[in-house]
């Protein structure tokens, strides 16, 4: 396994191997990995020949007063953990090395990051549509591949890829969780004890929700309140936001039919945590 700092040399690596006929897959993360990142790597394998891991804590894609400084990184552990998955090439930037000189051009889609995520932290895909198109360029992939559990952010990027014309065939990997039901996330190291079993009431709730849809509930407010009710049963929970859309645009809905999908966004003390589910109903 090569572990390459340099966007050229990383260029160059990636240029050489798709001349040489392999199909490259490259699965983006900001490090600190978990099963759920090893799951989107295996997930690659299936489609490529080459599997790329970029590593790297993009600081445009961070907010004022957010979480930059102190998100978790060790980068050996990692690198022992991909070696162990077949990983062929690990591409691990520095800030400078991908940010020479003060950015000005950015990649931003409009629409899809104004809703969930997008509305309490501003600017924050921006920070991730620049920094992915960033890494198509520098790895050059034919296949990359993205968790669902970032639901909004998979589907800005879907459509970037499609209104930019990148040639790289985007895949979603199934969220990963913990057995209690908890979304794998590398902020979960920030909760304490308590707050780790306060937030199983996420995918709780996710799973309710899903019930109440089942059993016929079709009005959207009638199943975002059961969620918020039960969320607010935890104790010291913040509620950012729960919320029902359309599970292609998040666009509104006024009845529960077709794809949609159900998402949340929840602190526990400083942690903020996010979940979701896509139904087809």
Not at 122 to 129: C, Q
Not at 174 to 193: F, H, K, Q, T
Not at 198 to 206: D, F, G, H, N
Request: glycine share 8%; proline share 4%; charged share 25%.
């Amino acid at each position: 396994m090569e572990v390459i700092q340099s966007p050229q040399e990383m260029q160059t690596w990636s240029l050489t191997r798709r001349q040489a006929g392999y199909k490259i897959g490259l699965v983006p993360t900001m490090g600190f990995l978990h099963e759920g990142h090893l799951s989107l790597v295996r997930k690659a394998k299936d489609y490529c020949d080459r599997i790329v891991v970029s590593i790297f804590v993009n600081p445009i894609q961070f907010g004022e007063g957010e979480d930059f400084d102190r998100y978790p990184r060790d980068l050996s552990r990692d690198l022992d953990l991909l070696q162990k998955e077949g990983v062929d090439a690990v591409f691990a930037p520095t800030v400078a090395g991908m940010y020479p000189e003060r950015t000005r051009t950015f990649v931003e889609t409009e629409g899809l990051d104004h809703k969930l995520c997008g509305r309490s932290r501003p600017g924050h895909f921006r920070g991730v549509t620049t920094v992915v198109s960033k890494l198509f360029n520098i790895c050059l992939p034919q296949v990359a591949v993205f968790g669902q559990k970032d639901a909004q952010q998979v589907m800005i990027i879907e459509k970037m890829v499609r209104d930019l014309n990148f040639p790289v065939q985007i895949i979603r990997g199934d969220i990963v969780r913990e057995p209690d039901g908890l979304a794998m996330s590398s902020r979960n190291v920030y909760l304490s004890p308590e707050d780790r079993k306060k937030a199983t009431i996420l995918y709780r709730s996710l799973l309710m929700a899903r019930d109440m849809i089942r059993e016929g509930e079709r009005n959207p407010q009638a199943v975002r309140n059961a969620m918020i009710e039960m969320i607010n049963q935890a104790n010291g929970a913040e509620i950012d936001y729960v919320e029902i859309y359309n599970g292609f645009d998040l666009s509104d809905i006024e009845e529960i039919k077709g794809q949609v999908l159900l998402a949340l966004a929840v602190r526990f003390g400083s942690t903020r945590l996010i979940d979701n589910l896509l139904l087809e109903v």
